[in-house]
């Protein structure tokens, strides 16, 4: 398939399902429209890249719909002076299109195989910093983070990312509730983060985050 029909694709992905939603924001909707997500996926998948589900990445993971990533990142109001984590970077998709909003990102992988991927899909990013480490940790050594943005499905955000979020720094995902995908903008003060809820999206299910299973008798 030729580069114009993947830019014609991604054309559609922008018209479709970003602006028909509340991917409001015309600097995100730009990133989206110029990052090739068909590089970011196994060449086998590149045909449904911008379709309106996950695609298979390996690993047994996906990269997470762009609408789920759209919105999240939409409503993250990611600045030029953010410092900026993404929990769950695959092949690193989401940190390129981050990477055309603000001067610093963090992408964690804890699939070494992934970061291998993303190494290679970002070579040329200099702004971008690849880790590899267990993604419901996080990376405190790059902390505090004015963003964190955990680019997939989770049943819970844990202690360990809450810490590293700056005082006033935003948080967004999308939580399980009772079986719903919520896409959830979380903001921090007084040492506490709280949520809010903006939308039910589906996504990718991001593995790391499950809930302890309650016994029982």
Known sequence: MGQENFKEMRKAM????LRTTDVSDPRVIGAMAEVAREDFVPSANRSIAYSDRGV?????????????????????NIRDDDNVM?????????AAVVSKLTESVIALEQSAKLVSKAQANLATEKNIS??????????????????????GIVEQVPDALEAQLAENGRLVAAISDSGVSRLALGRKAGGT?????????????????????????
């Open 56 to 76: 298979a990445i390996g690993e047994g993971r996906a990269l997470n719909t762009p609408l789920a990533t759209g919105l999240l990142i939409n409503a993250a």
């Open 193 to 217: 983060v709280s949520y809010q809820f903006f939308a039910d999206c589906g996504g990718c299910v991001l593995p790391g985050f499950e809930k302890p299973k309650s016994f029982e008798f």
């Open 130 to 151: 690849i880790e590899k480490g267990k993604l419901a940790d996080g990376f405190e050594k790059g902390g505090p983070y004015s963003v964190i943005l955990i680019d």
């Open 86 to 94: 993404i929990v769950g970077a695959a092949s690193g998709y989401t």
């Open 14 to 17: 922008v018209v479709s399902q």
